[in-house]
């Protein structure tokens, strides 16, 4: 078993000269923290080498990389064009950050994307067993979780996305949105940088595809996909050893020379729309204005990595960003000061290293960013603990570094005072802020983040493994056939909504089918069967339904029941004096929820909102539970949550009692009972041990075992009918 780790780019360059290829590592911050990984054990990085290879080339190219444990997928350049500068950066790029105006939505670009997320499926199929860990890395790969676990039913999969993952406002805008969604959904476990991201994920998975949700997880079919938040950290040892060493010492003395009375403000970022680049300069400009007293005391360091320049809007913002730092420098500049030092490119770790000791200040306020490592590096580098982080709300990374100056990147006032405060902030402070950084920055370092990681892939693993023990298709059924087959007095207690039919919108359209009496009728046909249909729903429906069948009823859980042809009888000293009360406040929020109504049965009320909007029923059902909780114990009744459902009766119905109640004197040697919802775990709780107890719906339940809809229920009764007229030939 071997962990394969799939991203657009492998984690080395390969550069041509004289007809040679060359590797080189990467010094991205997912190459380094992935390093450790894919170099020990048998472990293998599939991706992108960088460069278009031509055909004649490959197989010497895929044999050197081989050596150091990576395998590619060759990409042509207009692949390149469409996939990853079309459809990864001008669609998935802007509307995950927000920026929707920049969004081009290309059918080319998608035709592209969808195609070269095939290729990587492909290439990981050359190297893939059954039973690796796949680990797939980012954006530009969103379909390939849901394309892999088409081939491999079974895998391990997890994906870890490092950009931020938008509100579903947002993300709904984006033409191919089910299609991403699923690709998504193909993981076992999606990681985050921060719980909004998390948040923001189920929010627009449940309303854009068929899926469930419970806290972090997702139910969708037969699995269960884990949504969490990983906040990425960095190596912070290296860059906390990297000061000390004789080369970046000299970088260091090399650049505090003659600026012993200046205060240095350092901002580092690659050229972005996301960054705030322009608004920080804007800020600068202000300062310089509303405080004359720092002209001549403070220097920006400015450093903007070039990044995808000839695409229009990255152009036009260096444009800007060049005009502006000509315009300020030129308004303030003296024979010996300029505000702003600016830098168009990118320099090696050493000379970062060395910036990142001398700043007293460390700048970054990105509009939008998944985590931001910048700022992480900055605090590993200030091994003497002085200097001030200055960083924006919309990091991740302002999750974890509280104790940094956290500003609004929108607003340039806020920005501004943030620096005048970092300036005038006393040493004792300084140090105080900066130990408490450190500390989370050493602690939740790139290592703790992959182990964290692909530890909660192996127990979210491990958890779909035992309910797949419970899921009752296939071995299990055979088991319950058998059982079935061999005994001659047994029970069925049968729930009927979300259990015998799906659930509906409208609670009179979910009468029972052809197929369901047909069902029913050939259960009954046996005489060693009792079939028991107990429902939350009024004795005058369950009568008009099944009446004429040759099956017991209890109603409204258990408040009333019936003999087959026999006449209903009621539980005995119910009383239903308390309705009225709880009426007039289940109206209020009926009032103020439209698609809710109330539904009135003979010792029971229930609030239904199938109808409502989505969300909006949920958060007034929690409003329902936490307002009327402590009302409804006081007047002995039972408040139950149940599917889109809450309702409101008498402590002393409950189908458990009910079901017991019905085997009193009875001794059957075989009971089954099918439920799907919160009043179903009481007839669980109840029965004896030897009962077989099924849960429809994979989540939390004393049932023993599940299936995940009507339809397996169906087909396993079904097959108990089956199995008995193979018996009797």
């Known amino acids: 078993m071997k962990t394969v780790i799939i991203s657009n780019r492998l984690p080395v360059k390969i550069i041509e000269e004289n007809n040679q290829y060359t590797f080189i590592p990467s010094e991205g911050g997912l190459a380094t923290g992935l390093g450790d990984v894919y170099k020990t054990g048998n472990s293998i990085w599939v991706g992108w080498p960088g460069i278009e290879v031509p055909d004649d080339r490959q197989q010497e190219v895929t044999e050197k990389l081989q050596e150091l444990n990576l395998y590619p997928v060759f990409l042509t350049q207009e692949e390149i064009n469409l996939y990853y500068e079309g459809f990864s950066n001008e669609v998935l790029w802007p509307v995950f950050h927000y920026l929707v105006t920049y969004a081009h939505y290309e059918q080319s670009y998608w035709d592209c994307y969808k195609s070269v997320n095939e290729k990587f499926a492909k290439s990981a199929m050359q190297v893939l067993n059954r039973r690796d860990k796949i680990w797939i890395q980012d954006y530009q790969l969103l379909l390939l979780p849901g394309i892999l676990r088409e081939k491999l039913p079974n895998a391990t999969i997890g994906f870890f996305q490092h950009i931020p993952f938008p509100s579903y406002e947002i993300f709904r805008l984006i033409p191919w949105r089910e ?405 007039a406040l289940l109206e209020t929020y009926t009032d103020r929820t439209p698609g809710s109504f109330i539904e009135e049965k003979s010792y029971s009320l229930v609030w239904h909102y199938r109808k409502a909007e989505e969300g909006l029923g949920d958060l007034r059902a929690n409003e329902i539970v936490s307002h009327m909780k402590i009302l409804a114990a006081d007047k002995g009744l039972q408040l139950m949550p149940g599917n889109k459902v809450i309702e409101f009766k008498n402590i002393e119905v409950n189908k458990g009692k009910a079901a017991l109640n019905w085997l009193y004197g009875k001794y059957p040697d075989f009971i089954i009972a099918l439920g799907d919802d919160h009043t179903d775990e009481d007839i669980f709780k109840a029965l004896p041990e030897d009962a077989i107890t099924v849960k429809v719906g994979n989540n939390l339940s004393e049932a023993k075992y599940y299936l995940n809809d009507y339809k397996e229920v169906r087909k396993l009764l079904w097959s108990l009918v089956k199995e008995e007229f193979v018996e009797r030939d």
């Open 179 to 583: 299609e991403l969604l699923n690709g998504l959904i193909g993981s076992d476990l999606i990681g985050f940088h921060t719980y909004d991201d998390v948040r923001h994920f189920i929010s627009t998975a449940t309303r854009l595809l068929p899926v469930n949700s419970s806290s972090n997880v997702l139910s969708s079919n037969e699995r269960q996909i884990v949504i969490e938040a990983f906040p990425m950290g960095i190596d912070y040892d290296k860059f906390s050893s990297l000061t000390l060493t004789e080369k970046v010492k000299k970088e260091i003395d090399y650049f505090g020379n003659g600026k012993e009375d200046m205060k240095i403000i350092l901002s580092i970022d690659r050229l972005d729309y996301s960054k705030g680049i322009l608004e920080r300069l804007k800020a600068l400009e202000l300062l310089l204005q509303m405080h004359p007293e720092f002209i001549g005391k403070i220097e920006l360091f400015m450093i903007v990595v070039p990044s995808r320049d000839t695409v229009p809007q990255y152009s036009e913002l260096r444009d800007q960003i060049d005009q502006f730092v000509g315009n300020l420098n030129a308004r303030y500049r003296s024979m010996n000061w300029i505000p702003v030092n600016y830098f168009y490119r990118s320099f090696p770790i050493e000379v970062l290293s060395a910036l990142y000791a001398s700043a007293d200040i460390c700048l970054v306020t990105p509009m939008r960013d998944g985590m931001n490592l910048v700022s992480k590096e900055y605090v590993a580098s200030r091994n003497n603990e002085d200097g001030v982080l200055i960083l924006s709300e919309m990091a991740g990374a302002s999750k974890e570094l509280t104790d940094a100056l956290v500003v609004n990147p929108n607003n340039l006032g806020d920005i501004m005072e943030a620096i005048v405060t970092a300036l005038k902030m006393p040493s004792e402070e300084q140090q105080q802020r900066m130990k408490a950084m450190r500390a989370i920055v050493e602690k939740f370092n790139v290592k703790h983040w992959v182990n964290n990681f692909i530890l909660r892939l192996n127990e979210v693993k491990d958890s779909q493994k035992s309910l797949q023990t419970k899921h009752a298709v296939n071995a299990v059924n055979e088991v319950i056939a058998a059982k079935y087959a061999e005994t001659n007095d047994r029970v069925l207690f049968l729930d009927y909504d979300g259990t015998l039919v799906d659930f509906t919108g409208n609670i009179d359209d979910a009468s029972p089918d052809d197929e369901l009496y047909d069902l029913i009728e050939n259960l009954t046909l046996d005489a060693a069967n009792k079939v028991v249909i107990i429902s939350g729903r009024r004795h005058e429906t369950l009568e008009s339904w099944f009446g004429h069948l040759k099956v017991d009823l209890i109603a409204e859980h258990g408040a009333w029941q019936k003999a087959q042809q026999d006449k209903w009888n009621c539980l005995p000293l119910l009383t239903d004096q308390w309705k009225s009360e709880i009426r």
